[in-house]
């Protein structure tokens, strides 16, 4: 049987993270789950998120993975810690669920000289605040301003972001972040949506202010994590496939991923409960 890493996203943001994954561990099996049926998770309650995110490991253990990356910042903000604490106990202790806020909260400090950053992200993970608790364990001397972008999401979904009001949205969120705090020198792109408009917000920013996306960070991470981890490792079936699994429609789901991994791929359409 196949034991491929799980990937799940709420909708299409996670394969930003698979695109990165992928490049990284190229003979690796991956298995993604969209639950595009149910998406989006943003400005959904804490113990929603908890339930449809659950369900959705269930399956992904049910399908022969034993590693899951939660490639959403809301089921990590919202879902991970109950997940990791209250249910993989339950189960096979060998199997892992890890999510996409520690990895990048590990390294943002070696990246600002100013200590201090900004985060945009969707409205369910500024409300956890998981992103500002998180980078305050490794790094308490940073300042943390953030700023929910609630149009972000359906304006990268419908690929809207490129038009003239689709950038006003952009541009506002980000003037207004920056507003907050004028010293910020690094903006962190907190949803696996926002790598699509990253050159758009660095348009706006300039130069000199960095702005992170998540996808390279969890792909390295995720390397440093299996090699530290030869057993669960070892056990992760590598033949270079990758299994597409979506809530929605298979079709609808196949045009819309093909645009943010820039190829054709074919998905099966599931229904988890």
Same mark, same amino acid.
């Given at each position: 049987?196949?034991?491929?890493?799980?990937?799940?996203?709420?909708?299409?943001?996670?394969?930003?993270?698979?695109?990165?994954?992928?490049?990284?561990?190229?003979?690796?099996?991956?298995?993604?789950?969209?639950?595009?049926?149910?998406?989006?998770?943003?400005?959904?309650?804490?113990?929603?998120?908890?339930?449809?995110?659950?369900?959705?490991?269930?399956?992904?253990?049910?399908?022969?993975?034993?590693?899951?990356?939660?490639?959403?910042?809301?089921?990590?903000?919202?879902?991970?810690?109950?997940?990791?604490?209250?249910?993989?106990?339950?189960?096979?202790?060998?199997?892992?669920?890890?999510? $996409?806020?520690?990895?990048?909260? @590990?390294? !943002?400090?070696? =990246? %600002?000289?100013?200590?201090? &950053?900004?985060?945009?992200?969707?409205?369910?993970?500024?409300?956890?605040?998981?992103?500002?608790?998180?980078?305050?364990?490794?790094?308490?001397?940073?300042?943390?301003?953030?700023?929910?972008?609630?149009?972000?999401?359906?304006?990268?979904?419908?690929?809207?972001?490129?038009?003239?009001?689709?950038?006003?949205?952009?541009?506002?969120?980000?003037?207004?972040?920056?507003?907050?705090?004028?010293?910020?020198?690094?903006?962190?792109?907190?949803?696996?949506?926002?790598?699509?408009?990253?050159?758009? $917000?660095?348009?706006?920013?300039? @130069?000199? !202010?960095?702005? =992170? %996306?998540?996808?390279?960070? &969890?792909?390295?991470?995720?390397?440093?994590?299996?090699?530290?981890?030869?057993?669960?490792?070892?056990?992760?079936?590598?033949?270079?496939?990758?299994?597409?699994?979506?809530?929605?429609?298979?079709?609808?789901?196949?045009?819309?991923?093909?645009?943010?991994?820039?190829?054709?791929?074919?998905?099966?359409?599931?229904?988890?409960?």
């Amino acid at each position: 049987m196949k034991k491929p890493i799980g990937v799940f996203d709420s909708g299409y943001g996670g394969l930003t993270v698979l695109a990165d994954l992928q490049k990284k561990l190229p003979k690796n099996d991956f298995l993604y789950l969209g639950d595009n049926a149910r998406a989006p998770y943003g400005s959904r309650s804490f113990d929603v998120v908890y339930e449809f995110t659950l369900q959705a490991v269930q399956f992904l253990f049910s399908q022969g993975c034993e590693l899951i990356i939660l490639a959403c910042n809301t089921a990590s903000a919202k879902a991970l810690r109950n997940i990791q604490q209250k249910y993989l106990p339950t189960i096979e202790e060998h199997k892992r669920v890890l999510g $996409v806020i520690r990895p990048t909260s @590990e390294i !943002i400090g070696s =990246i %600002t000289e100013s200590r201090h &950053i900004g985060i945009l992200a969707t409205e369910g993970t500024i409300k956890s605040d998981s992103y500002r608790l998180e980078i305050a364990k490794f790094f308490p001397d940073i300042e943390i301003s953030q700023k929910s972008c609630p149009m972000w999401v359906p304006l990268i979904e419908n690929q809207a972001y490129n038009q003239i009001g689709g950038k006003w949205f952009i541009e506002q969120d980000v003037m207004k972040l920056m507003a907050k705090d004028p010293a910020i020198d690094t903006i962190l792109l907190g949803c696996t949506h926002y790598p699509i408009v990253a050159e758009i $917000v660095k348009e706006i920013v300039g @130069e000199d !202010i960095q702005v =992170i %996306t998540q996808g390279e960070i &969890i792909a390295n991470s995720l390397v440093d994590y299996l090699h530290r981890h030869e057993k669960l490792a070892k056990k992760c079936t590598k033949n270079g496939e990758t299994t597409y699994y979506t809530t929605e429609t298979a079709f609808d789901f196949d045009k819309k991923a093909s645009s943010f991994l820039n190829k054709s791929i074919q998905s099966t359409h599931v229904i988890i409960s």
